[in-house]
């Protein structure tokens, strides 16, 4: 007989074991009472097991388990002749240390423990399988798949976390703009206040040149006349800029050169009174 390189035969003789043939040719007399018994692969193989258990949280779950196993050739005739099906020993041996490992876990330790699992499916099987002759090479916990109305819960807690992380970061950056939009407007209205005190001291200082400037070259006049003069220009530059401006509302002033007194004389009076009161808090 002979066979491929990863293949044994098993020979009996008179339906006694007699021997492991490795691959090659093999004479067997028959009427020696030498026969085959039948062959063994020693090809590394795989048996997926999907286990239905129960979470410490009350979860059902597939667990999907991936088992590669080999016989070993120097303990072919117990592999042979100990295990009918070796495929529903293992697949027993798998469920029994899944329903007892992951029933003690709640589903998220599950998920991030599934290598435990695995180690303690493998150890189990390895001692259990090599005693017919079988070799554990690996064991992999492939899938934990949680019941469809769990996995769609889990994914609403998901997204509703996500959303209520984003919602946070938008308020947190509406916040930032509000606070950089006060600090601008803050600064504008500093800066403006700056202008406008400028503004002011340069027309203070203009006219108390322009003041100074007419009593010197003008003999006999006083700084008040030289205020009231100033009023009054600045009275007739106002008219003309109401006037000019095309969305003016309509103003009635008094006019006349008595009521041109009268505005220099309320100014005058109404500065006098600011200043007393200024020196009087």
């Known amino acids: 007989m002979s066979s491929d390189q990863s293949t044994v035969a098993i020979k009996e003789q008179f339906g006694k074991f007699d021997e492991v043939l490795q691959p090659g040719c093999h004479c067997l007399p028959w009427f020696l009472g ?70 003690k876990m ?25 005693a017919y002759g079988y070799e554990i090479v690996q064991t992999l916990i492939v899938d934990i798949e949680p019941d469809e109305h769990v996995k769609r819960a889990m994914n609403e807690i998901n997204a509703a976390a996500r959303m209520r992380l984003a ?49 010197v070259n003008v003999p006999g006049t006083t700084a008040k006349d030289v205020m009231d003069m100033v009023l009054v220009t600045q009275y007739f530059d106002t008219m003309k800029e109401i006037g000019a401006a095309s969305k003016s509302s309509a103003v009635f002033i008094p006019h006349g050169p008595g009521a041109v007194r009268d505005v220099a004389s309320q100014i005058r009076d109404g500065l006098l009174q600011a200043s007393t009161q200024d020196h009087l808090s």
Do not use: W
Not at 53 to 61: H, Q
Not at 173 to 199: C, D, F, M, T, V
């Open 167 to 215: 919602a946070n970061e938008k308020a947190e950056a509406e916040k930032i703009l509000q606070i950089k939009r006060a600090e601008g407007e803050a600064e504008a209205k500093y800066l403006s206040g700056l202008g406008i005190a400028r503004q002011r001291q340069a027309i203070v200082d203009g006219l108390r040149d322009s003041v100074l400037g007419f009593s």
């Open 34 to 103: 030498k026969q085959l018994a039948g062959h063994l692969s020693l090809r590394l193989q795989q048996l997926d097991v999907r286990c239905e258990t129960k979470t410490k949280d009350n979860v059902f779950v597939n667990v999907v388990a991936s088992i590669q196993y080999r016989a070993l050739a120097d303990k072919a005739s117990d592999a042979f002749y100990r295990l009918s099906n070796t495929r529903n020993q293992i697949q027993a041996y798998v469920f029994d240390v899944i329903r007892a490992s992951v029933p």
């Open 106 to 130: 709640n589903l998220d330790d599950a998920f991030e423990q599934k290598n435990e699992i695995a180690k303690a499916v493998e150890d189990e099987l390895e001692k259990a399988m090599s």
